[in-house]
């Protein structure tokens, strides 16, 4: 099993910036993938960006303002987000994915609001 927590939500103003952190704890390994997808109302739940150990995958609505990264030796995966917009307010949610069974976890995702 793994639990993962995501800190570091809130809100900004438009052209802000965040940082989303998530912390796994349990069985992971840094051969799994760790992303972030983001769920904004009345909307389905979509990618924002992925980090294996060998890619790094954005969704095109992030591609030059948000940047994934990970600290292996603390079981972290982070989300540095610039020149925020308000259509990024969503929940957002932690994601891993087992490398061996590609079994899926989730946290309990970090609301962003972005609004003057």
């Known amino acids: 099993q793994v639990q993962l927590v995501e800190s570091g939500g809130g809100l900004v103003q438009p052209g802000g910036s965040l940082r989303l952190s998530c912390k796994a704890s349990?069985?992971?390994?840094?051969?799994?993938?760790m992303g972030w997808y983001r769920q904004a109302p009345g909307q389905q739940r979509g990618l924002v960006a992925t980090?294996?150990?060998?890619?790094?995958n954005y969704a095109d609505s992030g591609k030059g303002r948000f940047t994934i990264s990970r600290d292996n030796a603390n079981n972290a995966v982070y989300l540095q987000m610039n020149s925020l917009k308000p259509e990024d307010t969503a929940v957002y949610y932690c994601n891993l994915k087992t490398w061996a069974y590609g079994t899926q976890y989730w946290g309990k995702g970090t609301l962003v609001t972005v609004s003057s």
């Open positions: 349990g069985m992971s390994s840094s051969m799994d993938t």
């Open positions: 980090i294996s150990s060998s890619s790094i």
